[in-house]
């Protein structure tokens, strides 16, 4: 079988490490290509784990030999995936997902116009800025400067959605997971006319329901908390003035609501 390449992209802390870790918990034969990054180790992250870890003089060099399928700079650090790593997939005939941004997403399209490719989108700003937060913490670092420069980085990337074949937003952890489940089973019978056992046909209709032109509904409020699309209906989210609020809040996702923020 030819594996399928799937692309992943979110803005940083949407959850799309914890979804693709996920799903190959529940689907066999997906592939991750670790990148190579000149950013440093976060917490507990392991060289040749999450990325292959290197310096920029490294990276540069590996870019001139023409290692890398595509990279880009991302937050003053440079990433990149290897050829090598589709090369690998290939050979054992498995599907392999590229977690990139939005700049790679779009040079890997540019090459491989067949790739299946998903934008993961927190449901809003709130939300996001909480799970950069615990992230944070959990890592033992509290950078609220880096949280804010991601927050601002998500409205940017989040602008490019229309690239993408389909949509998640990952607002309920189980239940994104279970959509990227059915992306990924649907992708597998229609491209290799694999079975996809008695839940087909309701596999089939979540994977449908998450195709970009089928998520306007679904993604609209998404949308308007992050100010992209206009609303008289809800006020959008004030980065500033909410990056710099004392962090009286227990972050919790519970009030991800950001209607009541302004
Ligand atoms: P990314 O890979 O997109 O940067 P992560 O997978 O590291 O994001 O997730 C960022 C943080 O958000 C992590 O602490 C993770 O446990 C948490 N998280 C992920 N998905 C959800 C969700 N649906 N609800 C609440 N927290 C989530
Ligand atoms: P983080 O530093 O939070 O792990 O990742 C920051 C951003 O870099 C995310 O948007 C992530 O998808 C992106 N990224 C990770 N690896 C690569 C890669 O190999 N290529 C590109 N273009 N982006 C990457």
Partial sequence: ??????????????????????????VSSVEFAISWTTRAP??????????NFTTREEFQ???????????????????????????????????????????GAAQVRAKMPEAVSIFVMPPNPRALRTRLRNRSRAEGVVDDEEVFRRLNAARREIENY?????????????RAVAQLEAIVLSERYYRNGEVIAYRSRRVLEVAAACLQTNSQERIKPVL???????????????????????????????????????
Wanted: hydrophobic letters at 30%; glycine letters at 10%.
């Fill in 61 to 103: 060099r590996m870019l001139s030999e023409g290692v890398f399928l595509e990279h880009a700079e991302v937050f003053g650090k440079f990433y990149g995936t290897a050829r090598q790593s589709l090369e690998d997939a290939r050979a054992a005939g498995h599907d392999l997902i590229l977690d990139i941004d939005v700049q």
């Fill in 1 to 26: 079988m030819a594996g399928i390449l799937f692309i992943i992209s979110a803005p940083s802390g949407s959850g799309k490490s914890t979804l693709v870790s996920e799903l190959r918990k529940q």
């Fill in 162 to 174: 229309r690239e993408y074949g389909y949509i998640l937003v990952n607002d309920i952890l189980d």
């Fill in 224 to 262: 308007e908390a992050f100010g992209i699309l206009n609303s008289s209906s809800q006020q959008q989210f004030d980065f500033k003035k909410d990056s710099e609020e004392e962090n009286s809040d227990e972050d919790s996702e519970d009030n991800g609501e950001d209607t009541d923020d302004n």
């Fill in 42 to 51: 976060r917490g507990s992250e392991e060289h040749g784990r999450e990325y």
